[in-house]
């Protein structure tokens, strides 16, 4: 009889074991930190890094163009631009890899010049006070530069 009471115990211990899941690894660990979190590893502005550029098509960090119909992130290796909403913008920094800061939590921020009704500008200023608060609340300085 004690035989028998130790192998149900044995046999419900090993299903028990093989039910659970098993350990995550490194990356499926990664990917569930939240943006904010993978955005607070990347280390403050230092401002030493890019104060005296003069040429912002020398920039290598973040470059946001805000648009009436949303926010452009500017890929630097091929000068495309992904038109994000501003909700999404959080996550689509945060998806960026750590090479893409040199200079650390700093982005620029520039407006779409193209804009010619009212209408777009009241858009683009919407869109600027989004981006901004989104930016200030994850402590990521803003490099605001003028439109050309």
């Known amino acids: ?69 949303g926010v452009g992130l500017l890929d630097p290796a091929n000068n495309e631009q992904r038109l994000l909403k501003p909700d999404e913008l959080l996550a689509a920094l945060a998806s960026l890899p750590a090479t893409a800061w040199p200079y650390g939590r700093v982005v620029v921020v520039t407006e779409n010049p193209l804009t010619s009704s009212e209408e777009q500008r009241v858009a683009i200023r919407r869109n600027k006070g989004i981006v901004a608060g989104t930016l200030e609340s994850m402590h990521i300085l803003i490099n605001w530069v003028p439109s050309a």
């Open 1 to 69: 009889m004690r035989n028998l009471c130790l192998s149900i115990v044995a046999v419900s211990l090993a299903l028990i074991a093989s039910c659970a899941k098993p350990p995550r690894a490194p990356e499926e660990t990664a990917s569930a930190v939240s943006p904010e979190a993978r955005i607070q590893q990347i280390p403050p502005a230092d401002p030493q890094k890019y104060a005296g550029m003069r040429d912002m098509k020398a920039w290598r960090n973040p470059y946001l163009i805000i648009g009436p119909e």
